[in-house]
C-alpha cells in the first residue's frame, strides 16, 4: 500500500473518509497526483476539470502536473455567468446540481473529470454529462477512491478509470 493512504482518516462518521491530511503533506500530495495523473500522460488531453470542492483542489495539481487547463465544475448557483446544469441524487439521497460555464469545452475537446471520492458515482455521471453534452470526450475518470456499485461499475466499463484506494483494495485481495 502507498505511505500517503494511511494518512486518509478513515474513523469519520457516515460513509466519507477524510482525505485532507494527504493534501497537508507536500511529499504525500505530491505523490498522489502522480499516482492519480501519470496513467493519463499519454492520453490526448485538453482540459482537465475537478467537480467542487475537493476535487477543485486535486484536479488543479493533476492539471498542473500534466501541463493542462483546469475547468471548475461548480455547484449550481455558484457561476456568475451562463452555464449549463446536470442535476443528479447524492450518496445522502438529495437531489444537487453541478454547472459548467458554457463554452468551456467545445466540440471534440478531449477532459479528465477529477473527484476525490465517488460513492454512487452519481455525481460523476453528471458531470460527464456537463462534458459530453457540450460535445466533449471524457477522456477518463480520476479519483481517490470509485465505490463499487451498479453505476461505478457501468464507469468503468465505459471510461479508463484511475482509482488508487480501489485498485490498492484490489491489489491486497
Not at 488531453?45 to 498542473?64: E, K, N, P, Q, W
Request: include cysteine.
Amino acid at each position: 500500500m502507498k505511505d500517503y493512504m494511511c494518512l486518509i482518516d478513515t474513523q469519520t462518521p457516515g460513509p466519507r473518509c477524510d482525505v485532507t491530511p494527504v493534501f497537508a503533506d507536500p511529499a504525500a500530495f505530491a505523490q498522489l497526483v502522480a499516482d492519480l495523473a501519470d496513467p493519463f500522460r499519454s492520453t490526448p488531453i485538453d482540459y482537465v476539470a475537478g467537480i467542487d470542492a475537493l476535487g477543485f483542489i486535486l484536479g488543479t495539481a493533476i492539471a498542473l502536473h500534466l501541463r493542462k487547463g483546469f475547468l471548475p465544475i461548480r455547484k449550481a448557483g455558484k457561476l456568475p455567468v451562463a452555464a449549463t446544469t446536470a442535476q443528479f441524487v447524492d450518496y445522502t439521497g438529495q437531489t444537487k446540481s453541478l454547472e459548467l460555464r458554457k463554452v468551456s469545452v467545445r466540440k471534440a475537446e478531449s477532459v479528465l473529470i477529477v473527484d476525490e471520492w465517488i460513492e454512487t458515482g452519481a455525481q460523476m455521471q453528471a458531470a460527464i454529462d456537463l462534458i459530453e453534452n457540450a460535445g466533449g470526450i471524457v477522456a477518463g475518470i480520476v479519483t481517490i477512491n470509485m465505490d463499487t456499485n451498479p453505476l461505478s461499475v457501468r464507469l468503468r466499463e465505459k471510461y479508463k478509470c484511475q482509482a488508487v484506494w480501489f485498485d490498492m483494495q484490489e491489489t491486497d485481495r
